[in-house]
């Protein structure tokens, strides 16, 4: 099992930044890659940024490219930087594991975090 523990989020106004946690814990020696998700209201769950444990390899949706930086540190954490938001980008934020090469395919993450949402006033 793993646990992941999400913070950071909060109402800002569009071109604000954020920065969002994902703390792991448990057996976090299988993961293969950790993601950001997000999902709308009324939208589908949807790939934000995802980063390989092993490599730092990173990975980001088109929408946020050049807008968000996914790191982590020695300690299991990942964080999410995001820059210049906009109001299209309001939603639940998921961090979510996966011990599968897939990266940006929702069902093959197993584990997830309880979300945290985000809100961007225009």
């Known amino acids: 099992q793993v646990q992941l523990v999400e913070s950071g989020g909060g109402l800002v106004q569009a071109g604000d930044s954020l920065r969002l946690s994902c703390a792991a814990s448990g057996r976090t020696f299988r993961t293969y890659v950790m993601g950001w998700f997000r999902q709308a209201p009324g939208k589908e769950r949807e790939f934000v940024a995802a980063?390989?444990?092993?490599?730092?390899?990173t990975h980001y949706a088109a929408s946020v490219e050049g807008r968000f930086t996914i790191s982590r540190d020695t300690k299991n954490t990942v964080y999410l930087q995001m820059n210049s938001l906009k109001s299209e980008d309001t939603a639940v934020y998921y961090c979510?594991?996966?011990?599968?090469?897939?990266?940006?395919?929702?069902?093959?993450?197993?584990?997830w975090g309880q979300g945290t949402q985000v809100t961007v006033s225009s």
């Open positions: 980063i390989t444990w092993s490599h730092g390899d």
């Open positions: 979510a594991v996966s011990p599968r090469g897939v990266i940006k395919v929702a069902s093959a993450y197993d584990y």
